[in-house]
């Protein structure tokens, strides 16, 4: 997917309340790091899932955790939901240290958690809920 595709996916996502994708730039440079994105917004359950990604530039500088401090914000503040889930790949260390990083809950290792490319994979799950970041 371009960015101008992006771009108009995350627009029709914030329409809808169906997504919210917030893209991540470095403070002084302004070049693009990456994103945080909130999916799969529950409305029963008032639960969300959220991801990361950053360009290999920028990893391992601290801007996935940061930039997902925002996003929370957003979630537990305006969105009111009271439960976040993170689901990654086993293997995936730097998910796995941003999510220690954030002080997310390890709950379990989930068994065909998610698809990439059309195939069911393992996941990691870790939770955030709004009393782990002292909201009430």
């Known amino acids: 997917m371009d ?3 992006w771009i108009n996916h995350s627009r029709q996502g914030w329409l809808t309340s169906s997504s919210y994708e917030l893209a991540a ?3 002084i440079t302004e ?5 945080v994105y909130v999916s799969s917004i529950d409305n029963v359950a008032n639960m969300a899932n959220i991801g990361y990604w950053i360009t290999s530039k920028y990893q391992g500088r601290g801007y996935a955790a940061e930039a997902t401090e925002v996003a929370e914000n ?5 969105l009111l939901l009271i439960r976040l889930e993170l689901v990654m790949d086993p293997q995936n ?3 796995i240290r941003t999510a220690e990083k954030l002080h997310a809950t390890f709950e379990c290792k989930a068994r065909n958690r998610y698809m990439y490319n059309g195939e ?5 799950v870790y939770s955030i809920i709004p009393f782990d970041l002292g909201y009430r």
């Open 3 to 5: 960015s101008e595709s």
């Open 93 to 95: 260390v730097a998910s």
């Open 31 to 35: 070049e693009l790091v990456g994103c």
């Open 120 to 124: 069911a994979k393992e996941g990691l």
């Open 74 to 78: 957003l979630e537990f503040n305006h």
């Open 25 to 27: 730039f470095e403070r």
